[in-house]
């Protein structure tokens, strides 16, 4: 399987702090995305990063790929409770990674 | 709003019965994909359709069938449900299959659950 795995499986942080998750895959890709699912809701995409590309931003969000080890990072800068999801990775052939439970605690 | 539409929100089905979950996405999107989601497993592909007129199996496609009704509509059939299907059943939609550029576009979900 090219099922990417997420880490930490659960995270807990104060408003206004950093998150971080990670997320390894076991094959070559195209392109990694970052997802979000809110509780009993659809995932919603966040972020694309291209094979080629090593960071990406987009507001409070950033990427960072690593091809050489299979991995990717995703930071959240300073949390709000709204952030509280779980997130995941997900590659371009389809496959998804089992998710950080992210909790920001008000 | 434009996205994906997913019908029913919530089925509970006896084991052994029947049920199509329905699927339809608006954005004119080729490629559209049933996963499965179930606790501590992430989602799981169960079928994808490239585009129109064409299904592949994914990870998990055992007891399930599909059908790409036209380029907007793509169903997901359980011929006969069983516990081990309950779960709940996400269908999604991209511009093109993988190594392109898009994420994907979810719909809402279908929570089953088979008793």
């Known amino acids: 399987s090219q099922q990417g795995e997420e880490d930490p499986q659960a995270l807990s942080i104060q408003e206004g702090e950093n998150a971080t998750m990670n997320c390894s895959y076991k094959?070559?890709?195209?392109?990694l995305q970052w997802y979000r699912q809110n509780s009993g809701r659809g995932l919603v995409h966040l972020i694309l990063?291209?094979?080629?590309?090593r960071e990406k931003h987009s507001g409070r969000l950033r990427v960072t790929l690593d091809t050489s080890k299979k991995s990717s990072s995703l930071l959240i800068t300073a949390s709000r409770a709204a952030d509280t999801a779980s997130y995941f990775c997900?590659?371009?052939?389809?496959?998804f990674g089992t998710g950080t439970s992210l909790t920001v605690i008000p | 709003n434009a996205g994906v539409t997913q019908t029913p929100k919530f089925q509970v089905l006896k084991t052994g019965q029947s049920m199509t979950l329905q699927c339809a996405q608006d954005?004119?999107?080729?490629?559209m994909y049933w996963y499965r989601q179930d606790p501590g497993m992430g989602l799981r592909l169960i079928y994808y359709?490239?585009?129109?007129?064409?299904?592949d199996k994914g990870e998990v496609p055992n007891g399930y069938n599909v059908s790409r009704l036209n380029k907007r509509e793509f169903s997901l059939r359980l011929e006969s449900a069983a516990p081990s299907q309950t779960s709940v059943y996400f269908c999604?939609?991209?511009?093109?299959?993988?190594?392109?550029?898009?994420?994907?576009?979810f719909g809402s979900g279908t929570r089953l659950t088979v008793v």
């Open positions: 997900a590659t371009d052939e389809f496959y």
């Open positions: 990063i291209r094979s080629n590309e």
């Open positions: 359709s490239a585009s129109e007129g064409t299904t």
């Open positions: 954005m004119n999107h080729n490629s």
């Open positions: 999604a939609s991209s511009p093109q299959t993988g190594g392109v550029d898009y994420g994907y576009t």
């Open positions: 094959t070559s890709i195209n392109n």
